[in-house]
């Protein structure tokens, strides 16, 4: 962190170079491309993680053609569908949800939402992105690598992962996997131990942590989960990487392959399983807590009403991102760990779900009494609580660990976390750019096209997975690129599939008129200003939209208040910015 | 309005969807009606949570949509409604997980009556083992899987030269006999899952896993795997036949043992076999 009046510390010789002059970028290269200003590598991490996400969703399209229209596309092969869908998991998840959160929205509003000039490390913060970069390429290559990428199923569960059976098993695309998750989270390190400092030691004066935006307490105790979490996969892949190339057996038990008894044993793909998903149930939420914390703040932003319960909210969250370590083998109920887990697992992952439902709660306790602008935020905001709410619920049928063997490994699990951390994170997403695009390039998105795609995307992905989830209750299993004839089956179920399938093309298109919308935006859209939406927090504050280099001109702000003051009786606007000392302080209020 | 009517049209689509719509469950086929009901409480639990939550957000956005000159209330928290809302909401969770722990306490309790199956995967079919006269099934090892002898039975076992081996044909079950099913991998994972019987659970090389079930009507169910295990997933299908007991009687007089396999050629050869 550079001050901006900086003097020489006692003792230390003084620059040759006022250090102003050090910190501002001198050339095009790195004011553009490599970067330290954490809103460029915010920038540069979305713009990447949007590029990867079209692939994903591309690889969507093809899944979907496949279940909607079964036997009509040669080309998709069990094979190829099984690669498609490892990749569009993956990349859904990891590559595009969690770098836009934290990588994007991270870099973007942390340091200007606590009142900073950068993130502490700024030369750290931008290796981090080209390390994103890198693990990104790694995994375009293993597109085009002989044998195509791996089709091990997102989850990438040994044995078979690194066996023939599965594509790229036996070939470069499981290696090229497991590298670019390893580069992957070497890269995360560096932006999440940025973020974290930052929050914790970069806040200006004023900004108490119980003063800070739920966006931030939401990206930040993400961030933290993750540091936590990564490292279990981490070394999850390092110890895959070896079985399949020096031949240890961390996973790998004995067995006979094709008739071929291979000189693997003694491992445990169990052993496997359990790290995956320490990391992966924590993962969830690594992309839901920075929602929650993104949706509290549109929701009063533009109901211009305080957010209900604030400190209970960020309780919520902070309990949340604990008790998310403690439920992972809710994912292994059958899996045939020791039965007595059930109980444990299942109790816990059902507590979860009372902060979560405080949550949900709070939400919309804010929009009661509130002066509610139907603003595209908004209406994502909405959309998101709808979603999230249908398949927060429908988790408590599959945390309830006997009601989900039943339902485990069928469609009713793609319906429900699709719902939960697909859509609902994605709308998100969309309502944030909405809602900040004005402040990142000083113009508004066009409300016209906003709306289309925001009734195309909620009405349309409700569409695509509310009816799924019957296709599971039927007993469809996941990752069956053809049913076949199965009597359980029935006629109406395939025309279930095809109108899925059509659903999920026209939300697909739909997300190319957002596209369209970012870039015609840049040039014709409505001048912004400074704050269009009359919102109290830092970012909305500075002195030029886009806020240059240093965010803050020659003086950071000082902070006044919580975030949250809307609609304070008394106060001539229905806002008051948080650093307003003005005397119109309200009553009950955090310190 | 049109915000706040459409909120309202996805409660109500909803519900009537899930009514209305031909897809449900495909009638059991075993004693798990358990499983059934503790689901079909929690769909009534959910589904009263949900239509709340929403329909309460519909009449907000249509109650308190911008008018000028309204101002939004100040109020930051209320402890009291708060702390209600969290009490309902926990008595709501306990009343589902207690139904919920109940019948898991079942589902991992094996009746003593029960007869002991065994299931045997591999990519991509389904062989199965059945105890034989002894009522006790040989021991067996990945190791020993060769291509006399696929599913790994130790030769040296007495008490696996009586066993049934039925190799990647058609299980059959007696109707009302509890059987549990040990569940065995010789390479990857695996999961044994017939819709009907509402159980499933993975199969994992290297170790054995199970879960029991009472058959409880005579028919034709179809197997499916239910973990990805390779590019045949989807194709690895089979049948299992719940039988009268004439019928299966009848059924298990035309299987052989292990002896009668592997006699005369192979026994004790170590072809293939690999210490
Ligand atoms: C309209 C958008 C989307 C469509 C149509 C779609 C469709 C699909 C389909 C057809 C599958 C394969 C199901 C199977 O055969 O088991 C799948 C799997 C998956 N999707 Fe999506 N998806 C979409 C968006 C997303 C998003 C936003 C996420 C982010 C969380 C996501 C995460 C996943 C994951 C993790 C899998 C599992 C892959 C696996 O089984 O290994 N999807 N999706
Ligand atoms: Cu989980
Ligand atoms: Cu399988």
């Given at each position: 962190?550079?001050?901006?009046?900086?003097?020489?510390?006692?003792?230390?010789?003084?620059?040759?170079?006022?250090?102003?002059?050090?910190?501002?970028?001198?050339?095009?290269?790195?004011?553009?491309?490599?970067?330290?200003?954490?809103?460029?590598?915010?920038?540069?991490?979305?713009?990447?993680?949007?590029?990867?996400?079209?692939?994903a969703l591309v690889l969507s399209w093809l899944m979907r053609l496949q279940l909607g229209f079964p036997g009509t596309f040669d080309f998709i092969t069990p094979e190829a569908y099984y690669q498609f869908m490892t990749m569009h998991g993956m990349i859904m998840v990891i590559y595009l949800l969690t770098a836009l959160f934290l990588g994007g929205f991270g870099n973007y509003l942390i340091p200007l939402m606590v009142g900073a000039r950068d993130m502490v490390f700024p030369y750290v913060n931008m290796l981090s992105y080209w390390i994103y970069l890198l693990a990104v390429l790694v995994l375009v290559v293993s597109f085009f690598a002989p044998g195509g990428p791996t089709g091990a199923g997102w989850t990438l569960y040994p044995p078979q992962a690194i066996l023939s059976g599965t594509p790229g098993g036996q070939s470069a695309g499981i290696i090229l996997m497991l590298v670019s998750l390893i580069l992957f989270i070497i890269g995360f390190t560096m932006g999440g131990l940025n973020y974290v400092v930052t929050v914790i030691q970069g806040r200006t004066r004023g900004m108490t942590l119980m003063r800070m935006p739920l966006t931030v307490w939401g990206i930040f105790t993400a961030t933290v989960m993750a540091l936590l979490a990564f490292p279990a996969l981490f070394v999850a892949c390092v110890m895959m990487l070896f079985d399949r190339l020096l031949g240890t057996s961390f996973f790998m038990p004995a067995l006979v392959e094709m008739g071929q008894q291979l000189s693997y044993g003694g491992g445990s793909p169990i052993l496997f399983q359990h790290l995956f998903w320490f990391f992966g149930h924590p993962e969830v939420y690594i992309v839901a807590l920075p929602a929650f914390g993104i949706v509290s703040d549109l929701i009063s932003t533009h109901a211009r009403k305080n957010i209900f319960g604030y400190r209970m909210m960020v309780w919520a969250i902070v309990i949340i991102g604990a008790l998310s370590f403690i439920v992972w083998a809710h994912h292994m109920y059958v899996s045939g760990m020791h039965p007595w887990f059930g109980f444990f697992f299942a109790t816990t992952t059902l507590i979860?779900?009372?902060?979560?439902?405080?949550?949900?709660?709070?939400?919309?306790?804010?929009?009661?009494?509130?002066?509610?602008?139907l603003t595209v935020p908004m209406l994502f905001a909405l959309a998101f609580i709808v979603t999230f709410v249908n398949g927060g619920l429908t988790g408590l049928f599959l945390g309830n660990v006997v009601v989900d063997v039943p339902l485990s490994d069928t469609m009713f699990v793609v319906a429900h976390f699709h719902m939960v951390m697909g859509v609902a994170p994605i709308l998100v997403v969309f309502g944030a750019l909405y809602h900040w695009y004005p402040k990142i390039t000083g113009r508004m998105l066009n409300e016209g096209m906003g709306q289309f795609h925001f009734w195309v995307t909620f009405i349309g992905a409700y569409a695509i997975f509310f009816p799924m989830h019957y296709v599971g209750l039927v007993g469809v299993p996941r990752r069956y690129p053809e049913l076949g004839d199965a009597a359980f089956v029935t006629d109406s179920v395939h025309t279930l599939n095809a109108f899925i399938t059509v659903a999920a093309l026209i939300v697909g298109f739909a997300q190319m008129v957002f596209l369209f919308n970012l870039l015609w935006s840049l040039r014709y859209g409505r001048e912004a200003g400074g704050n269009p939406w009359r919102a109290t927090s830092l970012e909305w504050q500075t002195p030029t939209t886009p806020p240059p280099h240093g965010n803050w001109g020659d003086e950071r702000p000082v902070v006044y208040r919580w975030a949250y003051d809307y609609s304070v009786p008394g106060a001539q606007q229905d806002f008051i910015a948080q650093n307003d000392p003005g005397p119109q302080r309200a009553g009950v209020r955090p310190a | 309005m049109a915000v706040a009517l459409i909120l309202v049209l996805v409660v109500v689509g909803s519900i009537l969807f899930h009514i209305l719509s031909p897809w449900w469950w495909s009638p059991i086929a075993s004693?798990?009606?358990?499983?059934?009901?503790?689901?079909?409480?929690?769909?009534?639990?959910?589904?009263?949570?949900?239509?709340?939550?929403?329909?309460?957000?519909?009449?907000?956005?249509?109650?308190?949509?911008?008018?000028?000159?309204?101002?939004?209330?100040?109020?930051?928290?209320?402890?009291?409604?708060?702390?209600?809302?969290?009490?309902?909401?926990?008595?709501?969770?306990?009343?589902?997980?207690?139904?919920?722990?109940?019948?898991?306490?079942?589902?991992?309790?094996?009746?003593?009556?029960?007869?002991?199956?065994?299931?045997?995967?591999?990519?991509?079919?389904?062989?199965?083992?059945?105890?034989?006269?002894d009522g006790r099934l040989g021991k067996s090892d990945s190791r020993l899987v060769s291509y006399e002898n696929p599913l790994g039975i130790d030769p040296d076992d007495p008490n696996g030269q009586d066993d049934v081996v039925i190799e990647a044909a058609d299980l059959h079950l007696p109707q009302d006999k509890p059987?549990?099913?040990?569940?065995?991998?010789?390479?990857?994972?695996?999961?044994?899952?017939?819709?009907?019987?509402?159980?499933?659970?993975?199969?994992?090389?290297?170790?054995?896993?199970?879960?029991?079930?009472?058959?409880?009507?005579?028919?034709?169910?179809?197997?499916?795997?239910?973990?990805?295990?390779?590019?045949?997933?989807?194709?690895?299908?089979?049948?299992?036949?719940?039988?009268?007991?004439?019928?299966?009687?009848?059924?298990?007089?035309?299987?052989?043992?292990?002896?009668?396999?592997?006699?005369?050629s192979t026994l004790g050869s170590a072809d293939g076999v690999e210490p």
């Open positions: 962190m550079v001050d901006a009046t900086p003097h020489a510390e006692q003792g230390v010789p003084p620059a040759e170079v006022p250090e102003l002059e050090l910190y501002h970028p001198k050339s095009w290269w790195t004011t553009y491309v490599f970067s330290q200003d954490a809103k460029v590598i915010a920038i540069q991490y979305s713009g990447t993680a949007i590029a990867i996400g079209l692939v979860i779900a009372v902060p979560t439902a405080i949550k949900v709660y709070n939400w919309v306790l804010t929009l009661w009494r509130g002066d509610i602008h | 004693n798990w009606n358990y499983i059934d009901h503790t689901l079909v409480i929690t769909f009534w639990i959910t589904g009263i949570v949900f239509a709340a939550v929403v329909l309460f957000m519909a009449y907000c956005v249509f109650r308190f949509r911008h008018r000028e000159g309204v101002k939004a209330d100040y109020n930051p928290e209320n402890k009291k409604l708060e702390w209600w809302l969290t009490i309902v909401t926990a008595v709501g969770v306990a009343a589902m997980l207690a139904p919920g722990l109940y019948v898991w306490s079942q589902f991992i309790t094996v009746p003593d009556d029960a007869t002991e199956v065994e299931v045997v995967a591999q990519q991509w079919q389904w062989s199965y083992r059945l105890p034989g006269e059987v549990k099913m040990l569940l065995r991998s010789i390479d990857v994972l695996h999961d044994f899952y017939v819709p009907e019987f509402r159980a499933k659970m993975d199969m994992v090389p290297g170790m054995i896993t199970y879960f029991w079930f009472t058959p409880t009507r005579t028919g034709t169910f179809e197997v499916l795997c239910a973990e990805l295990c390779g590019t045949g997933h989807s194709y690895m299908r089979g049948f299992v036949v719940v039988d009268t007991d004439e019928d299966y009687e009848a059924w298990l007089e035309g299987q052989s043992t292990f002896a009668q396999l592997s006699a005369p």
